[in-house]
């Protein structure tokens, strides 16, 4: 079965700094991957998502992330974090299931934003 | 256009009460899923429905929660008994449906059960 790691639970950058957050993955064939964004007291929002292809993946809110299969990751990075970016960070795999991908998520990564 | 609408945001019941969480999904999205999260956790699929078929309920706990969606747009997802384990957020997404697609996501049900 699929699995995601994100090992860090909680962290705290400065505003303008660059971050980068961690999410591995265990899945037997070519995974589809997710990061999503949650604000408190909101939904989910989808950042990005690799399927194929290019291994640097381009998203929203100038957000990118890199797969590396041989290192089982795909984490997530910005150059400079701005004050807005505070909520908690989620990574997904997804399985293909009949005609949609069943998404397993990791436990969340919760950023904090210092001015 | 409007998002995945989801109500109550907020329910708080005393325990061995019933409850139920509505959705209405993005208008054309065939696809509907029904995700419990627990603090500290991310999303954990209950059920997904392919119009109005239920494909995937393998992780819905059978016992107590139910789910329909008649007509095959919105949903409604139930517990009856809550038992105090049951206090979550509960999220509803929906997509166009095909491997591919992006599930967006509303805005969740918190539950609290005394």
């Known amino acids: 079965a699929q699995s995601v790691t994100q090992p860090d639970i909680h962290i705290t950058v400065s505003e303008g700094a660059s971050l980068e957050l961690r999410c591995n993955y265990s899945?037997?064939?070519?995974?589809?991957l997710f990061w999503y964004v949650q604000s408190p007291g909101q939904g989910l929002q989808l950042l990005l998502k690799?399927?194929?292809?290019?291994?640097l993946v381009q998203g929203i809110k100038g957000f990118e992330a890199e797969f590396k299969r041989s290192q089982s990751s795909f984490n997530l990075r910005k150059p400079s974090v701005h004050w807005s970016d505070a909520a908690e960070y989620f990574c997904?795999?997804?399985?293909?299931?009949?005609?949609?991908?069943?998404?397993?998520f990791g436990t969340g990564t919760r950023l904090q934003v210092t001015l | 256009e409007a998002g995945v609408v989801q109500s109550p945001r907020y329910k708080i019941i005393e325990k061995k009460q019933p409850v139920a969480f509505w959705c209405n999904p993005i208008?054309?999205?065939?696809?509907l899923y029904w995700y419990l999260q627990n603090l500290g956790q991310g999303p954990e699929l209950l059920i997904r429905?392919?119009?109005?078929?239920?494909?995937?309920d393998s992780q819905l706990p059978k016992d107590r929660f139910s789910a329909e969606r008649l007509k095959g747009v919105d949903s409604t997802l139930k517990i009856q008994p809550a038992e105090l384990g049951d206090s979550a957020v509960y999220l509803c997404?929906?997509?166009?449906?095909?491997?591919?697609?992006?599930?967006?996501f509303g805005p969740g049900t918190r539950l609290t059960v005394l």
């Open positions: 997404a929906s997509s166009l449906g095909g491997a591919y697609s992006e599930q967006f």
């Open positions: 899945y037997g064939a070519t995974p589809y």
């Open positions: 690799y399927f194929s292809g290019d291994t």
């Open positions: 997904a795999v997804g399985v293909l299931t009949g005609t949609a991908s069943k998404l397993t």
């Open positions: 208008s054309g999205h065939n696809t």
């Open positions: 429905y392919e119009n109005e078929e239920a494909v995937d």
